[in-house]
């Protein structure tokens, strides 16, 4: 009998011993998901970003691309420009001779402006009622 009630002793007490690790393996399984889980949301939030920065980049590219064709764009008229200045200055003496005349002492004052210490004062220069002339006309 007393072996009986031993093994019944050993019995339970092996049987609270996998109850209370079966206990621990399911907090630590809970708690092993519960990171998963949170992995995954901030895999999905940097999957997100990722394609974000290359739509972005791709953006970015693409305009700098079309940046570089309007400057290359740009250079070429200046280029032709600067070739029908010199042909015409070349071909015409009364054309040179306005070319390099100075500009009148008014119209001189007018494309001189003083430095402007800070944006403020660059402000105060600008007219208030009139449009700012378009510098390429």
Same mark, same amino acid.
């Given at each position: 009998?007393?072996?009986?009630? $031993?093994?019944?002793?050993? $019995?339970?007490?092996?049987?609270?011993?996998?109850?209370?690790?079966?206990?621990?393996?399911?907090?630590?399984f809970e708690?092993?998901?519960?990171?998963?889980? &949170?992995?995954?949301?901030?895999?999905?939030?940097?999957?997100?970003?990722?394609?974000?920065?290359?739509?972005? /980049?791709?953006?970015? &590219? +693409?305009? +700098?691309? /079309?940046?570089?064709?309007?400057?290359?764009a740009a250079?070429?008229? $200046?280029?032709?420009?600067?070739?029908?200045?010199?042909? *015409?200055?070349?071909?015409? &003496?009364?054309?040179?001779?306005?070319?390099?005349?100075? *500009?009148?002492?008014?119209?001189?004052?007018?494309?001189?402006?003083?430095?402007?210490?800070?944006?403020?004062?660059? *402000? +105060?220069?600008?007219? &208030?009622?009139?449009?700012?002339?378009? $510098?390429?006309?």
């Open positions: 009998m007393k072996v009986l009630a $031993a093994l019944l002793v050993m $019995a339970v007490l092996g049987l609270w011993w996998l109850r209370h690790d079966n206990g621990n393996l399911r907090q630590s708690k092993a998901n519960r990171v998963a889980s &949170e992995q995954a949301k901030v895999i999905d939030i940097l999957k997100n970003q990722l394609s974000v920065a290359v739509a972005r /980049a791709n953006k970015n &590219e +693409q305009a +700098q691309a /079309a940046l570089n064709r309007k400057l290359n250079g070429e008229r $200046a280029l032709r420009r600067e070739n029908t200045i010199t042909r *015409l200055l070349n071909e015409n &003496e009364q054309f040179r001779r306005w070319y390099s005349a100075d *500009l009148p002492d008014a119209v001189h004052r007018v494309h001189v402006r003083n430095a402007c210490a800070s944006a403020g004062d660059c *402000l +105060q220069q600008l007219p &208030e009622s009139q449009p700012v002339p378009d $510098a390429g006309q």
